[in-house]
């Protein structure tokens, strides 16, 4: 079965600072979908930045991107200039492939942004 | 495009009394999800829906849980009895239904069973 560790329960990072949060997921599959998504304070679930296995280059969403080591089965999320906007849980998620479309999700990373 | 939209928001209820929790998918979306987020287990999948039809329902805790989707644009989550550890946010979720396609959150559905 398809698993998805996220192994930083917090984090925080100084406003205008990077930070990278580190996803590792567990698949016998070759081609699927890794996601990120926030959830704020207000519990929101947002898309951050989605990823397809079969692209070599890492997906980037302004001042959002991955670095995805396929072969490491690692998907870690880089957010730059970091923004007291940017305080949320953070999810980690892995679409199971081949037509049942089950998203899997990490147990999330805390994020404080400090001023 | 109006999004995912969950009712009631939020939901105080006493041990054994039925609850319904109801959703409404974006339209156009052929697959919905029922997740529930508890401190303790965090996001789980209970439900997931395809043109109507329950697909996978082997998230759906026990007997007191069930869901439908009558029409393309309405689905329900009934707890009967409700239990205090039934207690957490309720998230109704819709995507498009192809591969790879992303899934799009409602604002939830806070359950407080006392």
């Known amino acids: 079965a398809q698993t998805v560790t996220q192994s930083q329960p917090e984090m925080s990072v100084q406003e205008a600072e990077t930070v990278t949060l580190s996803c590792t997921y567990d698949?016998?599959?070759?081609?699927?979908?890794l996601f990120w998504y926030k959830q704020p304070p207000s519990r929101q679930m947002i898309l951050v930045i989605r990823?397809?296995?079969?692209?070599?280059q890492n997906a980037t969403e302004n001042r959002f991107s991955v670095n995805f080591q396929k072969a490491a089965k690692s998907f870690s999320l880089k957010i730059s200039d970091s923004q007291l906007g940017d305080t949320a849980m953070y999810f980690c998620?892995?679409?199971?492939?081949?037509?049942?479309?089950?998203?899997?999700f990490g147990t999330g990373t805390r994020l404080k942004v400090l001023a | 495009d109006a999004g995912v939209i969950q009712s009631p928001r939020h939901e105080v209820t006493e041990m054994g009394q039925e609850v319904t929790l109801r959703c409404k998918p974006i339209?156009?979306?052929?697959?919905l999800f029922w997740y529930r987020q508890t401190m303790m287990r965090g996001l789980e999948l209970l439900i997931y829906?395809?043109?109507?039809?329950?697909?996978?329902d082997s998230g759906m805790p026990e007997d007191r849980f069930s869901a439908k989707m009558p029409n393309a644009s309405f689905s329900t989550l009934k707890i009967q009895p409700s239990e205090p550890r039934d207690s957490a946010v309720y998230f109704c979720?819709?995507?498009?239904?192809?591969?790879?396609?992303?899934?799009?959150f409602g604002e939830g559905s806070w359950l407080t069973v006392v």
């Open positions: 698949t016998s599959e070759n081609n699927y979908y």
């Open positions: 979720a819709s995507s498009p239904g192809r591969y790879g396609n992303t899934i799009y």
């Open positions: 339209s156009g979306h052929n697959s």
């Open positions: 998620a892995f679409m199971k492939p081949r037509g049942t479309y089950k998203y899997i």
């Open positions: 990823q397809e296995a079969y692209k070599q």
């Open positions: 829906f395809n043109n109507n039809v329950p697909i996978d």
